[in-house]
């Protein structure tokens, strides 16, 4: 049975300027489910840091609400939402910690706003630093760390009120890619062995391959498309989602001829000469547009955008053979001239 922890119905937010108004957000509704890794991404501008901010109503939308665990936070006092807020953890691209105080007094710093005791509190930090691989940076300042140990501090200090989801707005954006992998590892053991539904809000397609289950396009304030990593990334359906999983905005302009088609690869067939062997078949060769594989969940997928030749027979027999061999094909319309 799908259990779902957080529903956003029709949200809404909209900003009033002197001369205008911004819509930042809407109409957006959607669901996820307890233990997901939820992946919220667009490009940048696109409304997904103010969602996220609408999740623990930090942000109150001008309409529609989100219910987290079936409580309407629409309808909470401050101190109910408060409440929520401790099982809602945030965590941010520039990492937010308090610099006067040093990792241990980081992490124990919300646990002394719920009021724990000094002993308690220190032994809670203490194991969250062992979690997170920091235990002999408890007397450390921030200045004194790397991006990635701040941001494990970061993510020891939300863990501290043992929350239920865990929000991250852009979290790996200011590390490099090594530092990265590393965090994404973190969140996800922290996801598996804790079952903390994590929501990550992010521009970078690799993030979302690399840890999440599901994933929501936003696209100028609204969703464009949403569902499981697999389905988006293997059979994007809007102009948005094709833009991101595809490039295709980067490519169109080469992308033209006769007849052009994607074909995209799963497991084994992603690494198999399939073109290659195609080609010496049918006996006539084709210019390969775009080329991509790329691993989602641990498992490799791939996808090509070909240009077919023009004799239409030739194509009508490529695309055979290629549909022969359980590969998907789809004949790409908007790319001929």
């Not at 980081?106 to 969250?128: H, T």
């Not at 690799?206 to 389905?231: F, N, Y």
């Not at 293997?234 to 989602?241: E, K, N, V, W, Y």
């Amino acid at each position: 049975m799908v259990d779902t922890i957080i529903r956003i119905e029709n949200i809404t937010k909209t900003y009033m300027g002197k001369d205008n108004k911004v819509e930042a957000l809407k109409n957006i509704s959607l669901e996820i489910n307890r233990g997901d890794i939820f992946g919220i991404i667009g490009m940048s501008g696109a409304g997904k840091s103010t969602l996220v901010r609408c999740l623990n109503f930090l942000e109150k939308p001008t309409s529609g609400t989100v219910f987290i665990e079936d409580k309407d936070l629409s309808q909470l006092s401050e101190s109910e939402l408060r409440r929520v807020r401790t099982q809602v953890a945030m965590i941010f691209q520039h990492f937010n910690l308090l610099m006067q105080r040093n990792v241990l007094d980081n992490i124990c710093f919300p646990l002394e706003i719920i009021g724990m005791k000094r002993k308690a509190a220190v032994k809670r930090a203490m194991e969250l630093l062992d979690i997170v691989g920091l235990s002999e940076k408890a007397k450390n300042y921030p200045s004194q760390l790397s991006g990635g140990q701040k941001q494990r501090v970061a993510i020891a200090r939300a863990l501290a009120t043992n929350p239920q989801i865990l929000l991250c707005d852009e979290a790996t954006s200011a590390l490099d890619p090594t530092t990265t992998k590393s965090i994404l590892s973190l969140l996800k053991e922290i996801n598996q062995r804790y079952g903390i539904t994590i929501v990550i809000i992010t521009h970078e397609m690799s993030v979302v391959q690399e840890i999440c289950s599901h994933v929501a396009i936003i696209d100028s304030g609204e969703l464009a498309e949403h569902g499981t990593v697999e389905e988006v990334f293997t059979h994007p359906r809007t102009d948005a989602a094709k833009k991101l999983v595809f490039m295709a905005g980067q490519t169109t302009s080469v992308m033209k001829g006769k007849k052009c088609v994607r074909i995209t690869f799963k497991d084994n067939s992603a690494f198999e000469p399939v073109i290659a062997n195609m080609v010496l078949e049918c006996r006539t060769p084709v210019n390969i547009l775009l080329a991509d594989t790329r691993n989602i969940n641990g498992i490799a997928h791939g996808e090509m955008i070909l240009q077919l030749p023009e004799e239409e027979s030739a194509a009508e027999k490529m695309i055979h053979y290629l549909m022969e061999r359980k590969l998907e094909v789809e004949v790409l319309k908007e790319y001929v001239e």
